[in-house]
């Protein structure tokens, strides 16, 4: 089973909407979370930290839900420049390792 | 206080010929990873490095493929005999190696094997 999940998507959403993404993590014991934002043949810029107690960026939501074993990002209002793939990120910092998921891409249409 | 450098951005060999890239993390950052990408594909762990010591290669192909960070200068990644199928991008990060720090990027090396 792999460490991070993903839904590959793409989602294609028209701008306004609200879109929201899912990882699943296997181990139990990571500790720290990221949403990740890449764009076409660039390099993986930090959108955000996920928090405990969920968290808010504008129009990005991420929360938390270490019982399931899951992360989630929504972003409301959608731009045309959200256009991009997302990437969860998790942290098992007794090993200070970082795992991917496979990225959700989104595509927003006008 | 600069980012994360890669250098070169664009690098071309031919098969058999050896390729070369570098990354220098961010000012007190003592931790490296390199990751590859391929096209339309997402990002693979090759190995994790501090300071003169590697702390992981589990995602490392076993034969050509080398890195090392030592005590002076940037994290060097050495592909020997390039070979078509390793045309890809490779990105470097960097972190401090503290508790719930996050990963900075560089622009990564794109590499293209004739």
């Known amino acids: 089973r792999k460490e991070v999940e993903q839904d590959p998507g793409p989602f294609n959403v028209p701008e306004g909407a609200t879109v929201a993404f899912n990882c699943t993590y296997s181990?139990?014991?990571?500790?720290?979370f990221f949403w990740y934002r890449q764009d076409c043949r660039k390099e993986p810029k930090l959108l955000m930290s996920?928090?405990?107690s969920g968290n808010e960026d504008g129009r990005f939501t991420a929360q938390l839900n270490r019982a399931s074993q899951y992360i989630s990002l929504l972003i409301r209002d959608s731009k045309l420049s959200d256009s991009a793939t997302y990437l969860c990120?998790?942290?098992?910092?007794?090993?200070?390792?970082?795992?991917f998921g496979s990225g959700t891409k989104l595509n927003v249409k006008p | 206080n600069a980012g994360v450098m890669q250098n070169p951005r664009h690098l071309v060999r031919r098969r058999g010929q050896e390729a070369r890239l570098r990354c220098s993390p961010m000012?007190?950052?003592?931790?490296v990873y390199w990751y590859r990408q391929l096209p339309e594909e997402g990002l693979k762990f090759m190995v994790y490095?501090?300071?003169?010591?590697?702390?992981?290669e589990s995602g490392m192909p076993k034969e050509r493929f080398s890195a090392e960070f030592p005590k002076e200068g940037p994290s060097i990644l050495r592909i020997q005999q390039v070979v078509r199928g390793d045309s890809a991008a490779y990105f470097c990060?960097?972190?401090?190696?503290?508790?719930?720090?996050?990963?900075?990027f560089g622009s990564g090396t794109q590499l293209s094997v004739l």
């Open positions: 990120v998790v942290n098992r910092d007794s090993f200070n390792k970082f795992y």
């Open positions: 990060a960097s972190s401090p190696g503290l508790t719930n720090e996050k990963l900075f």
């Open positions: 181990n139990s014991a990571s500790q720290s």
């Open positions: 000012k007190g950052h003592s931790h």
């Open positions: 490095l501090q300071k003169e010591n590697i702390i992981d």
């Open positions: 996920v928090y405990s």
